[in-house]
C-alpha cells in the first residue's frame, strides 16, 4: 500500500522556518515528480512546489518564490519542504503529492497519490 507520510508542521512566529518533510513507503517515486500543496480553513487546495525525479527542475507558487525550497532525497525516498520567513498567511495544512509522471505540474488533479497532512500555524 502506497503512502505519503508528512512531519515537520508545528506553530511558530512569524519570520521563523520550518521544514516539512514527506516519507513514502510501499513504493519507490525515484523517477515521478513530487509536490507540495496546502489548504488554508475555508479556501482551495493551492499549489506550493513541485520538483522532477533529480531535482533539476522545480517549480513554485509565486507566493512563496524566495521563501520556500523544495528537495528530495531519492536513497530515503523522502522530499522536503524548507519554508523561510515564514507569515501568518502561510497557516494552513501542507500535503504533500505524487505525480504518475516527471512533470512539475501545479495543478492538483496531476497527482496521484496524497498524504495526510500536517498543520503549519504561523503567529503574528
Known amino acids: 500500500q502506497v503512502q505519503l507520510a508528512e512531519s515537520g508542521g508545528g506553530l511558530v512566529q512569524a519570520g521563523a522556518s520550518l521544514r516539512l518533510s514527506c516519507a513514502a513507503s510501499g513504493r519507490t517515486f525515484s523517477n515521478n515528480a513530487m509536490g507540495w500543496f496546502r489548504q488554508a480553513p475555508g479556501k482551495e487546495r493551492d499549489f506550493v512546489a513541485a520538483i522532477n525525479w533529480n531535482g533539476g527542475a522545480s517549480n513554485y507558487a509565486d507566493a512563496v518564490k524566495g521563501r520556500f525550497t523544495i528537495s528530495r532525497d531519492n536513497a530515503k525516498n523522502t522530499v522536503y519542504l524548507q519554508m523561510n520567513s515564514l507569515k501568518p498567511e502561510d497557516t494552513a495544512v501542507y500535503y504533500c503529492?505524487?505525480?504518475?509522471?516527471?512533470?512539475?505540474?501545479?495543478?492538483?488533479?496531476?497527482?496521484?497519490?496524497w498524504g495526510q497532512g500536517t498543520q503549519v500555524t504561523v503567529s503574528s
Open positions: 503529492a505524487a505525480n504518475e509522471f516527471d512533470t512539475v505540474a501545479a495543478l492538483s488533479r496531476d497527482y496521484t497519490y
